[in-house]
């Protein structure tokens, strides 16, 4: 029986995606969540010790996890860079500096969904498959505010831009 489920489930994948166009498979979709999670009174009730052993973990998690983006493809590491840089900066300045840029709140959120699926699967490739996904936002929309925030020292981010 679950041989048989197994197959129905992957025909059902199968045909849905024959029946997208090769853009439509590769963009972000629009509808995942964001979610903000909350730590801080978790993190209150730690001892001294404790607090440091997680601050320390999870600068070696994040420090470690370039490594992986740097397995998944030559730009992952710079979507990375990017993103920590533009989240970074605070999120009612950016959304101030973006609108003065003409950008719209639909294409600041196409930007923070498609960063959000680079955070979890470490880098633009589907995890559990080589099948590479792009952002929704059009690449002259994301140079414009790169060059806007002024947030490209190396040059990395606009080589994203050319990639896009």
């Given at each position: 029986?679950?041989?048989?489920?197994?197959?129905?489930?992957?025909?059902?994948?199968?045909?849905?995606?024959?029946?997208?166009?090769?853009?439509?498979?590769?963009?972000?979709?629009?509808?995942?969540?964001?979610?903000?999670?909350?730590?801080?009174?978790?993190?209150?009730?730690?001892?001294?010790?404790?607090?440091l052993?997680?601050?320390?973990?999870?600068?070696?998690?994040?420090?470690?996890?370039?490594?992986?983006?740097?397995?998944?493809?030559?730009?992952?590491?710079?979507?990375?860079?990017?993103?920590?840089r533009?989240?970074?900066?605070?999120?009612?300045?950016?959304?101030?500096?973006a609108?003065?840029?003409?950008?719209?709140?639909?294409?600041?959120?196409?930007?923070?969904?498609?960063?959000?699926?680079?955070?979890?699967?470490?880098?633009?490739?589907?995890?559990?498959?080589?099948?590479?996904?792009?952002?929704?936002?059009?690449?002259?929309?994301?140079?414009?505010?790169?060059?806007?925030?002024?947030?490209?020292?190396?040059?990395?981010?606009?080589?994203?831009?050319?990639?896009?």
């Amino acid at each position: 029986m679950k041989r048989c489920t197994v197959f129905v489930v992957l025909a059902i994948l199968a045909v849905t995606a024959r029946s997208q166009t090769r853009e439509e498979l590769h963009t972000t979709p629009a509808e995942i969540p964001v979610l903000a999670l909350d730590v801080a009174d978790a993190f209150a009730g730690l001892t001294e010790k404790e607090k440091l052993y997680a601050h320390w973990m999870s600068e070696a998690s994040w420090r470690g996890n370039v490594i992986t983006f740097e397995q998944l493809s030559p730009e992952s590491p710079d979507l990375l860079e990017f993103f920590v840089r533009l989240y970074s900066i605070h999120p009612v300045t950016l959304r101030k500096a973006a609108h003065e840029l003409g950008l719209s709140d639909a294409e600041l959120a196409d930007l923070e969904t498609y960063a959000a699926r680079v955070f979890s699967n470490c880098g633009n490739y589907v995890s559990f498959g080589d099948r590479k996904f792009i952002p929704r936002i059009p690449a002259d929309r994301v140079s414009a505010l790169v060059h806007g925030l002024a947030i490209d020292g190396d040059g990395s981010v606009q080589r994203l831009v050319v990639l896009h």
